[in-house]
């Protein structure tokens, strides 16, 4: 029967306050680093328990697939806590879950991204003589480095799980912003991609510059992409949250931004505040109302990242940014890495979003249909539940079979958490054997599972609550 080779997660946002991950202080909204969440205990004692029945005695690859740690939103040692916390669980002495660790950074963790390959640059130029020519720093790694030689260490979390006695020698590798697995038998191919760069947001910087040079080309690499936007990426989504007192604020702005009417009143009051403290000449009633007015349709205009989008897994516009991103920039990666050749069967995997799914989709430029998993996500970014809104986490066995083990999506009723198992197919096409393997393993209504799905209920529930106090106590 196929084992569990890899294990995908994303979105985790370890040391966020609204992440199930993280731990909270009992009858408290303040989080305790020191002690894991009861979710994040029992999610490993759901993996152990899949990875414990693998017929092989090889330990699979885990995959970070971005915003792991939370760096905008709370500070980096809290992050860095909460992550101890998870390795503690995955990699206990004698008794370790994966054999290897492999980081791709979103938007939330990107400067993680940063260190390392800043690092790995100065590692690089300490070896070139004084006076010969020094290269450009690049931003992006190639994507099928799975048994690279000299891999790129994830410069921050390698030194932090060194400090475990038992990892000493452990190293945790990064790609960015994409990572490939391949199989020459059958052509098959999977990339990891965070999911960012499917929302035109995160391609902000080259928007700007192709509206004040509207005859320049749109760059199509990814390494052009990153280079114009990897600023602004980094300071607005994985540095600013940081920044001390100002970092708390930002946090504020965030949350009031995931309510349309709280984000056009915290402006309202903005508004209201600055004519107060300025007394601005010419200001009046009415330029507070047209001013107020401009606010509500920009909020209107721009509310909302994907996540906010309640009504289908992928809005128009990621949808949009999907087919973009598949047909351009990332096909051209493939093909340049596989020298023109391109695989027969590709599978890609994103989270970011927070909404979970599975579907074959159709690209230009693929020799078949593409199967499209997310994985969810594990902060409750709402005081009402989003019945798209949830966790899953990624299988694949050797043969790069893929499946999704669904583990929750939010739900007012608590009766309805349960776990399931979802494989992307067309009509027609057949489950595979992983499918299968994975579907006999898994039995909601016992543990491990039935309890996964009670401490996710109730875990949901605390979060939306909290989440519900700190935007009425900061009004």
């Known amino acids: 029967m196929p084992d569990i080779r890899y294990v995908c997660l994303s979105d985790m946002h370890l040391g966020e306050e ?28 759901c993996l152990s328990h899949l990875i414990l029945q693998n017929e092989s005695k090889r330990n699979p690859t885990l995959i970070l697939n971005g915003d792991i740690l939370e760096l905008a939103l709370t500070t980096t040692n809290q992050a860095a806590m909460v992550f101890e916390r998870f390795i503690e669980l995955i990699m206990p002495s004698g008794e370790e879950l994966f054999d290897k660790i492999i980081y791709i950074p979103g938007n939330h963790d990107h400067h993680l991204w940063e260190v390392a390959r800043e690092t790995q640059y100065v590692n690089h130029i300490k070896n070139i003589n004084p006076g010969k020519h020094l290269d450009i720093p690049w931003h992006v790694t190639n994507m099928f480095v799975e048994d690279h030689p000299n891999p790129v260490p994830a410069y921050f979390l390698t030194r932090l799980v060194q400090r475990f006695p038992k990892l000493k020698d452990f190293i945790i590798t990064t790609a960015y912003p994409n990572f490939g697995l391949f199989r020459e038998e059958g052509q098959k191919c999977v990339i990891f991609h965070h999911g960012h760069f499917i929302e035109p947001l995160y391609q902000l910087m080259s928007t700007l510059r192709n509206l004040i040079f509207p005859d320049r080309e749109k760059p199509r690499q990814i390494g052009d992409i990153e280079a114009e936007n990897f600023a602004w990426i980094d300071f607005c989504w994985s540095t600013m949250g940081r920044s001390g007192e100002a970092g708390r604020d930002i946090e504020l702005i965030y949350e009031k931004m995931q309510d349309r009417e709280e984000f056009k009143k915290l402006l309202y009051t903005l508004t209201d505040n600055l004519a107060k403290k300025y007394d601005l000449p010419g200001w009046d009633a009415m330029t507070a109302k047209i001013l107020k007015w401009v606010f509500g349709a920009m909020v209107d205009k721009i509310a909302g990242t994907e996540r906010t989008k309640i009504d289908r897994p992928l809005s128009k516009d990621a949808e949009k940014g999907l087919w973009a991103y598949m047909n351009g920039p990332l096909r051209e990666q493939i093909l340049k890495e596989r020298k023109g050749n391109m695989p027969y069967d590709v599978t890609f995997v994103f989270g970011h979003t927070h909404k979970p799914f599975q579907e074959d989709m159709n690209f230009k430029g693929y020799p078949a249909w593409v199967n499209v998993y997310n994985s969810g996500g594990w902060v409750v970014e709402s005081v009402e539940p989003q019945p798209l809104h949830g966790g899953a986490v990624i299988l694949l066995d050797g043969d790069l079979n893929t499946v999704s083990l669904r583990m929750y999506n939010e739900d007012a009723d ?3 958490y349960s776990v399931s198992v979802e494989e992307a197919t067309h009509a027609g096409e057949e489950k595979n054997l992983f499918y299968h393997r994975i579907r006999d393993l898994v039995r909601p209504s016992e543990n491990p599972w039935k309890t ?16 519900r106090a700190r935007i009425n106590e900061r009004d």
């Open 18 to 45: 609204d992440s199930l991950l993280t731990n909270l202080k009992t009858a408290s909204t303040d989080t305790d680093p020191m002690q894991p969440s009861p979710v994040m205990e029992q999610l490993v004692k």
């Open 414 to 416: 608590p009766l309805k």
């Open 452 to 467: 996964f799905s009670a401490i996710a209920s109730r875990s949901v529930r605390i979060r939306a609550q909290n989440l």
